[in-house]
């Protein structure tokens, strides 16, 4: 939405730079982490997800690593577009008996031609 | 095409009068939820359902109620609105709840204002 930029951390990369956008969990527990991508007036946009028994799962011009000795997890995208530009979120799915997820605040990835 | 709905997208209204965002999904999933996004506090869930007839409450179901009855719909019932839910809603959907990690698909999101 238009307004879920307002209070963000923000990234500002040059176009074709890598970017690297990080995240700190809560739950030792949880057993898989997600990142979201979300446009200007638009849902949350799945972008790719990692299981805790794994440090480092590669997409299409993606990666996320998870440390989990210090709870962090990092989205980095390589040759950054000015189409990535948008609010990312991380999020850990707490497991146990339902789906729920556990949304960070988001980051502002601001791409600049 | 798969995708999650939702209605109205926009919505401006007054304290108390009741309102009802509705949601539905195309994609036979068992699992649906609500969500409300507050600038600086991400998203956080307001209600779910495993399936139809089963739901139950998120973080923050203050002032909400939601129903289930049939599995593609899953309505978001406001019975007295008050400014404080302000806010803008994403209901989500997977094809399943339980344990272990299902992917959540987004609606395009509803943007209330009560005045």
């Known amino acids: 939405g238009e307004s879920v930029g307002l209070h963000l951390p923000t990234l500002s990369v040059q176009e074709g730079d890598n970017s690297i956008i990080n995240c700190a969990y809560s739950?030792?527990?949880?057993?898989?982490f997600i990142w979201y991508k979300q446009e200007s007036g638009k849902g949350p946009q799945f972008i790719i997800d990692i299981r805790s028994n794994m440090d480092k799962r590669q997409g299409q011009r993606v990666t996320v690593l998870l440390n989990k000795t210090v709870k962090h997890l990092s989205l980095q995208i390589a040759a950054t577009q000015p189409g990535d530009s948008a609010v990312y979120f991380c999020a850990e799915n707490y497991g146990g008996a339902t789906n729920k997820l556990i949304f960070g605040t988001g980051t502002l990835l601001a791409v600049q031609p | 095409e798969a995708q999650v709905t939702q209605n109205p997208r926009y919505l401006i209204t007054v304290t108390g009068k009741k309102l009802t965002v509705t949601c539905s999904q195309n994609m036979n999933h068992e699992y649906m939820s609500w969500y409300r996004q507050d600038p600086g506090l991400g998203l956080r869930q307001i209600y779910y359902?495993?399936?139809?007839?089963?739901?139950d409450k998120g973080d923050v179901p203050e002032g909400y109620k939601v129903s289930r009855k049939e599995k593609r719909n899953f309505p978001l019932i406001l019975e007295s609105p008050s400014p404080n839910q302000t806010s803008l809603y994403f209901c989500?959907?997977?094809?399943?709840?339980?344990?272990?990690?299902?992917?959540?698909?987004f609606g395009p999101g509803t943007r209330l204002t009560v005045l």
């Open positions: 739950n030792s527990a949880s057993d898989y």
């Open positions: 359902s495993m399936n139809v007839e089963v739901t």
């Open positions: 989500a959907s997977s094809f399943r709840g339980g344990a272990g990690y299902n992917e959540q698909f």
